[in-house]
Nanobody
Framework: WRLVESGGGLVQAGGSLKLSCSVD????????IGWFRQAPGKEREAISCINSKNETKEFLGSGQGRFTISKDNAKNIVSLQMNSLEPEDTAVYSC?????????????????WGQGTQVTVSS
């Protein structure tokens, strides 16, 4: 299954970005979609996830109240709205699909991945 991220870029601290994950229709209707990030020299960490029933789970403590996952069924897109960005949020952000439709934070359980999009937050 194809997943394509977009929306990354360079933003100043305190700014906002909205990432999009374009997916196939089947993926949106039957699989859970998670957002992950990986900063240089650090392990990949889970941010949040949304399943086919639009149930969401948040995994990133530092993202609470700042990051919001949502789904647009008409456009086949899962978005990640990121507000109040900090330099520590600089990373490659990726979306991934989990074919049991179960949202969890373990990246090895997500079978399909996009190529990732770079987010850089300047101080």
């Amino acid at each position: 299954w194809r997943l394509v991220e977009s929306g990354g870029g360079l933003v100043q601290a305190g700014g906002s970005l909205k990432l999009s994950c374009s997916v196939d229709r089947f993926v949106l209707e039957y699989l859970a979609i998670g957002w992950f990030r990986q900063a240089p020299g650090k392990e990949r960490e889970a941010i949040s996830c949304i399943n086919s029933k639009n149930e969401t789970k948040e995994f990133l403590g530092s993202g609470q109240g700042r990051f919001t996952i949502s789904k647009d069924n008409a456009k086949n897109i899962v978005s990640l709205q990121m507000n109040s960005l900090e330099p520590e949020d600089t990373a490659v952000y990726s979306c991934a699909a989990e074919d049991t439709n179960y949202c969890h934070p373990w990246s090895t359980g997500y079978e399909y991945w996009g190529q990732g999009t770079q987010v850089t937050v300047s101080s």
